[in-house]
C-alpha cells in the first residue's frame, strides 16, 4: 500500500489531554494531543475487547483502554499486555490543522 496524508481538519476539534476518533478510509484512528505537547495517532481499538481508545485517559506516553485499563504507548502502539499492540500512524500538526499518514 501506498503512503497518503489525510488532512483530519483543525487541531482545535481535540482538547489538550484528550483523544477524538477520526473515520479514515473504514478504519478508525484515534488522535491525541498530550497536554505535554506532541500529536499521535494510533489503531482506535484496543486488541483485547475492542475498546475505544479514544475514549481513554492519555498522558505524554500512554493512553489507558477504557474498558479493561490496558495501557498503549503513543509513540510505538506496543502494549502493557503480551502480545498486544495497535498500529501507529504519523501525524503531525501544519497550519493548525492534522495531518496523519497512513498506508506505511
Do not use: W
Not at 22 to 45: C, H, T
Amino acid at each position: 500500500m501506498d503512503k497518503k496524508t489525510i488532512n483530519l481538519g483543525f487541531i482545535e476539534k481535540i482538547p489538550l489531554g484528550q483523544g477524538f476518533c477520526f473515520i479514515v478510509e473504514k478504519d478508525e484512528i484515534a488522535v491525541f494531543r498530550p497536554r505535554s505537547g506532541g500529536l499521535y495517532a494510533i489503531q482506535n481499538r484496543c486488541p483485547h475487547r475492542r475498546g475505544p481508545l479514544a475514549e481513554g485517559v492519555c498522558d505524554a506516553q500512554t493512553v489507558i483502554c477504557p474498558y479493561h485499563g490496558h495501557k498503549f504507548c503513543l509513540q510505538t502502539g506496543k502494549g502493557s499486555e503480551a502480545g498486544e499492540e495497535v498500529r501507529v500512524f504519523p501525524a503531525r500538526e501544519e497550519e493548525g490543522e492534522i495531518l496523519v499518514d497512513i498506508g506505511t
